[in-house]
């Protein structure tokens, strides 16, 4: 996307205290703003380089340091003039107004415009260049991150389908003990019957129970043991 944080500053009108010249009749015609500035951001590289390691998301002027960018030797730097677009000396005054105070306060200080531009640009593209370092950095650690979730996930659903087996495994012997136990208890009955059938010859009340054994009163808690 294109930026026109230039168009504040920038202009092609000559500064305060010029006097138009007539162009030379063979003169080449001067250059627009926006054609300077295109002009100086094709001469700075896209990519800026880091000759310091950086921790991110590091501080701005760690940025700046890093990639090596130093402030004119007027001292004007972007920095410098939005600081000074935002001072209460300008606060409130028309664009126009700001610009002409920025190109005067630049002139006085024997630099020109071209130089804050290319200040400008460098230090925004050293900003896009760590932004791809820290967007590289977080890409790496959510595909590892992704990985180990998926390992991680892979170990949960092992081991729930080893407790579901185990889980199982108890439930199947629970039902062949039940079954055991169903069994016997059907030839316990039959043999209480014939028990009771060979004593009711002999007694008038057949002390033999035929069925389930009764089942053990509750334990009392205030017993000992219990």
Known sequence: MSK???????????????????????????????????E?????????????????PAAFDDIYKAAEIQPPPHGFTIQKVAGMLQSEHLKGLSPEVKRSSIL????????????????????????????RVLQKSLTDVQAKKSDENRQIEAEMNKMLADYRARIQANNDAIAKETERFSAWQGRKQQEERNIAEAVSYFVTENPITVGGAAAAPPADPKKPGA
């Open 40 to 56: 100086i951001a094709a001469s700075i590289p896209k990519e800026s380089t880091f000759t310091a390691p950086l921790s991110g």
């Open 104 to 131: 005067v306060a630049l002139e006085a200080a024997g630099g020109k415009i071209e130089d804050i531009i290319q200040d400008a640009v460098r230090r925004d593209r050293a900003l896009d260049s760590y932004e």
């Open 4 to 38: 026109h944080w230039y168009n504040l500053f920038v202009s092609v009108d000559s500064p305060p205290g010029d006097s138009e010249q007539p162009a030379a009749p063979d003169a080449a015609p001067k250059p627009s703003a926006a054609q300077m500035v295109a």
